[in-house]
């Protein structure tokens, strides 16, 4: 009798083993005809929300239950053939290589009169959709979000964490029904030495105090209050709830009032231009490209100046369903006061990158990476307020003072069970990405995140000694 249990016992932990046992796979993507790494690829497990994309390097890691061994691994990226192969027989030992693949823009634009033609119908047509391709009723998707602020030379800041993002569905129009919650932090290390007389004249405007920054003597600030300032700027530009609660998520919020892709102001700041079709996954898409209209781009950000952008970029739609496979988006300084105050303060005329990729999943789409870039005020002592005042650039080091964050979130699982959302939100959400949290070794064993690239590991190895090295 002892035997059979003790032979049970095996057999169920050996099941359990199996059951969670897991298969990482790696390779590298290129091109097919120029050999050049593929970035942005898609790489998933068809039909489940299990994928990843590559770096700019073209690699990739995926981790992915045995139970799914024999389903179909998809590599796709828009404009090639993909590559399909059982996630059992996938070979992490050869490259893989995509070739390019591109419909007859002629015989598109030849189909029924009921199509729209021009670039600006299309993209009308897209939002008139969007009900019907986005999700309309609520959903979780887990996610893993890397941050990183850098000057012109190094790295400064490095945070990675695993976040869980609640939408109630596109017919909600309520921006505070969106929430975000920090779940896991894997690397929080933060070496910026950030001393910014602007930003504390900022802080203390958003507390009701009207003060100019040439008013102000660094010397008399309480690092104390300097330190609440910075942390107050960083969730303002940075925040999660900021990405996902305002303009910048641009379709999801397309139906509130001033939103960037408007459908009744859109064209006023923005024009269409079709320039070709490809295809993915055999299916056709609409490359359209982004250009400025007649009105200037107004992010509207509290307390900062975000005004007078022109807009440029490209967005790919699927011929069939007008649903939106992925923007890239830009906001360049165009008015004469953003001009100045860009290069003054940040050294450039584009003040936001946006790419935002999705993915289909039971026939609605879905967030699949969000890539956001954005230059940031930090040692800036010597402006003043009026973004059209010049600055002593013999005062300025500008490898040292100008600043750029890059935040991108691979969104990895899914989740529609209406009971298991509604548990979710039982519990207390918190957004904020900039306190650190205990590093728990085994959530991260199988958690997907994003691949570095060369250039970054190099950075963020050497970040990670700098910071220990402060630590002690």
Known sequence: MKSVKYFLGITIALFSTMAFSQTELKNTVLDGETFMPLESANVYVQNTTIGTITNTDGKFVLVVPNKHLKDTLVISSIGFKSYKIPVGEFDSSFDVYLDPDVASLDEVLLVAETRPKTGNDIMLRVLEELPENLPDS????????????????????????????????????????????????????????????????????????????????????????????????????????????????????????????????????????????????????????????????????????????????????????????????????????????????????????????????????????????????????????????????????????????????????????PEVVADALTKIWDADIFSPKPYDKDFWKNYNTLLESEEEEKLIQDLTKRYSLFKE
Do not use: C
Not at 342 to 350: H, R
């Open 138 to 417: 609520s959903y979780l998707q887990k996610g893993f979000l890397r941050h990183k602020e850098r000057n012109k030379k190094e790295f400064k800041w490095l945070i990675e964490s695993a976040i869980t993002l609640y939408d109630p569905g596109f017919d909600s129009i309520s921006l505070g029904d969106v929430k975000v919650n920090v779940d896991q932090v894997r690397k929080s290390y933060d070496l910026r030495d950030v001393d910014s007389v602007l930003t504390y004249t900022s802080y203390l405007r958003n507390k009701g105090v009207q003060l100019k920054s040439r008013n102000l003597n660094r010397d008399t600030i309480k690092t104390t209050s300097l330190i609440k300032a910075i942390k107050w700027n960083d969730n303002r530009i940075n925040g999660l709830e900021t990405l996902f609660h305002g303009k910048l998520n641009m379709v999801r919020n397309s139906g509130n009032p001033n939103a960037l892709f408007d459908i009744e102001d859109v064209l006023s700041k923005h024009q269409f231009k079709l320039d070709t079709v490809l295809v993915e996954n055999d299916r056709k898409i609409y490359k359209l490209q982004i250009s400025e209209s007649f009105e200037h781009v107004n992010l509207e950000t509290k307390g900062v100046f975000n005004d007078g952008f022109q807009p440029k970029g490209w967005i790919y739609v699927y011929w069939d369903t007008y649903a939106i496979k992925r923007i890239e988006y830009e906001l360049h300084a165009a008015s004469q006061a953003q001009r100045n105050r860009s290069k003054t303060l940040f050294d450039t005329d584009l003040n936001h990158k946006l790419i935002i990729s999705y993915k289909e999943y039971q026939d609605k789409m879905y967030l699949n990476y969000i890539y956001y870039e954005t230059p940031k005020l930090v040692n800036v002592g010597v402006a003043v307020d009026d973004p059209r005042t010049e600055v002593d650039e013999s005062a300025v080091n500008k490898d040292e003072r100008y600043y750029y964050t890059v935040q991108e979130i691979l969104f990895t699982e899914i989740i529609t069970e």
